[in-house]
């Protein structure tokens, strides 16, 4: 190393005298190491690797310096916590950062979003990195050049779809940009890439869980939903629904049961319009889902870590009336479902069953006396980190059976799986399109819709075998009064079918109703929870998150701007 900083001392100096640099090649402009050089990667085995290696940041992993809860789409942190669905749970000293976001307290400073920012933007990076790629390799037919070019402009505009909700104001990178700022509205740019993909996928794919034409075009109509554009948006939900297939070409429907959408012997059905894939060996972790890694109960086989904890709020939201449907003047809220708080797991306990409730909650929540998955009863405290501080509940849809230990998660750690997070799912599409017909279409077409989803919930094969609870589901009979009603059912309906998958916050936010509905339900998380006492009041700053004060900073050092959001 020293003799070749002396030749290259040389060659400079002489450089200087006879204006020819004979280290340059060799020294001032060496091929990084770590990297594949261009010419390995301008080939169909090379474009294929970076397209996987685009869909593999969905969860975030490989992002430098990150936690896996940080990043990825699965959102439990964003989504969920920082809404009315769940506590951040474990104790108070535990990740106090994710506190900030609970309690509405955040800071530009806190490396949740560094990192998710990161994650999303590294997303982006190799998705244009395709693009690129396609453009170059010679190899490829026009046909193959379009799919590539199209699955990663869908990857590029879910990207930019993350950050916008995440943020608003986010600067949009294609493969042309050079600067940057956040002045201008991206959705224009992301429908776009969507529009794009919808227009150019095949209806199929060969590998299970590559984008294909119906997909795209489901997350296009989640797009224009955001922007408000519900007459668009309800025209191509009519075709998705009518004749939309997943990537192996399974026509769309609901499964006939609610649980098998959590359950990893069922996944990349015909409900999953899209996924984000994972996988695991028994003794190592290959892509395995290491996102949910603190949000499995305390106790039991997973030892850790007890995070993620169902709010009381909704539980008790899924109380149903004498004729089967929710309580949608709120008065689910008044009083709370029984529950074990209090007491140890050797003390006696008994549900109450003559409470009717919707049989999703069962599903979504773990509650003492009531089966959890394999695992038997849910044990209560025993199961729980600090039942004062977070409540008496556990997180139950992303956990793992007891059966699939071993083949189906990762041996050295229970808490990392094989199980896919549905991105997007039918239920999802199918309750869009009922907000859309709200809007714009029919109050009749958005009940029917509504109804389908409650009756999959309401098939016996959809009840908790063993439970105790009294299980009562029934569809809506009788018209929706009005469009605010109609409103209301939808609304209510995506919260119980969607619970804890990451959904709630933004949600609320693209209502506009998300300061009104959360300082309800702090208000009243104050009774029961101590620490909600240091929450802030929800403003309507706080519907978007502060950008990253190092993401501005490295900006203006590279000659770009990155503006704060307002309030931050």
């Not at 400079?12 to 280290?23: E, Q, R, T």
């Not at 025209?235 to 990537?247: C, F, K, N, R």
């Not at 009840?463 to 009979?477: D, E, R």
Request: proline content about 5%.
């Amino acid at each position: 190393m020293k003799s070749n900083k002396r030749y290259c001392l040389i060659a400079g100096l002489a450089f200087l005298m006879v204006g020819f640099n004979s280290c340059k090649k060799e020294f001032l402009d060496p091929k990084p190491y770590g990297r594949y050089a261009p010419e390995l990667l301008q080939n169909k085995k090379g474009i294929e690797g970076v397209l996987l290696g685009t869909y593999g940041l969905l969860d975030g992993q490989g992002t430098p310096g990150s936690s896996g809860w940080m990043v990825g789409v699965t959102n439990w942190v964003y989504g969920d916590v920082a809404s009315d669905d769940a506590y951040k749970g474990t104790d108070a000293g535990d990740q106090p950062q994710m506190t900030e976001i609970e309690l509405w307290n955040t800071q530009a400073a806190n490396t949740y979003f560094y990192y998710k920012w990161i994650s999303i933007y590294d997303g982006v990076a190799r998705a244009n990195d395709v693009i690129n790629l396609a453009n170059q390799v010679a190899v490829l037919t026009a046909d193959e050049k379009k799919d590539y070019i199209a699955q990663a402009r869908f990857l590029r505009a879910l990207f930019h779809f993350e950050a916008k909700r995440m943020w608003n104001k986010v600067p949009y990178i294609d493969e042309t940009v050079t600067k940057y700022d956040n002045k201008t509205d991206i959705w224009p740019k992301i429908e776009a890439d969507c529009k794009f993909a919808y227009d150019n996928l095949s209806a199929t794919q060969p590998l299970v869980g590559k984008v294909n034409k119906w997909a795209a075009g489901a997350q296009l109509a989640k797009v224009l939903m955001y922007e408000k554009k519900f007459t668009e948006a309800k025209a191509l939900y009519d075709v998705i629904i009518s004749q939309g297939v997943t990537s192996n070409g399974k026509t769309y429907d609901l499964q006939k049961e609610y649980w098998k959408n959590f359950d990893v012997a069922f996944e990349n059905s015909e409900e999953a319009v899209f996924s984000m894939q994972a996988a695991a060996s028994g003794t190592v972790a290959a892509a395995a889902e290491a996102s949910y890694e603190l949000a499995y109960p305390y106790g039991g086989v997973w030892g850790c870590c007890g995070f993620y904890q169902p709010s009381q709020n909704l539980v008790n939201a899924f109380k149903v009336d004498a004729n089967g449907l929710p309580l949608l003047d709120g008065s689910f809220n008044n009083s709370n479902i029984k529950n074990d708080e209090g007491i140890t797991s050797n003390d006696p306990f008994t549900n109450d069953a003559t409470i009717p409730v919707d049989p999703r909650l069962d599903w979504t929540v773990g509650r003492r006396g009531i089966p959890y998955y394999d695992y038997g009863p849910h044990p209560g405290r025993s199961w729980i980190r600090d039942q004062v501080y977070a409540g008496p509940f556990s997180p139950k849809k992303h956990v793992n059976k007891n059966s699939d230990i071993g083949g189906l998660t990762n041996i050295n750690n229970f808490r990392q799986t094989a199980k896919n997070y549905n991105i997007i799912r039918f239920a999802d599409v199918l309750l869009m399109a009922a907000e859309a017909e709200i809007e714009v279409g029919s109050l009749t077409k958005a009940r029917e819709y509504i109804n389908r989803v409650r009756a999959r919930a309401a098939n016996p094969g959809s009840l908790v075998p063993g439970s105790p609870a009294n299980y009562q589901i029934k569809p809506y009979t009788v018209p929706f009064a009005d469009q605010a009603m109609a409103r209301q059912a939808v609304r209510f309906e995506r919260r119980l079918e969607l619970a804890m998958e990451g959904h709630r916050f933004f949600d609320l936010v693209r209502w506009g109703i998300a300061p009104e509905v959360l300082n309800a339900y702090v208000t009243k998380e104050k009774e029961r929870r101590t620490y909600k006492n240091a929450a802030s009041t929800f403003a309507a700053k706080n519907n978007y998150f502060p950008i990253p004060n190092r993401q501005i900073q490295v900006a203006q050092v590279a000659g770009n701007l990155l503006e704060q959001n307002p309030g931050y």
